[in-house]
């Protein structure tokens, strides 16, 4: 079984659109996403389709479990 971790980061932008990033395998001693997104949105690092984000909503982190079979008929 094959497990990964990822850290979405969720914003709101200009026009009240939630944008989400994605980031695989995040350190596990992540403790300080909230401010790393305030200050995404405050120096206005990263646009979507042209609109700025400007608000920061919600941080998680995502841990999956893969199990895979064989199809053999």
Known sequence: MAESKKLVLVFKNSIGKEVTFTIED?????????????????????????????EAVEARIVNTQTQEYDLVV
């Open 26 to 54: 995040p350190k596990d001693a992540l403790t300080e996403a909230r401010a790393a997104m305030d200050l995404i949105v405050e120096k206005n690092i990263f646009k979507k389709n042209n609109y700025d984000l400007v």
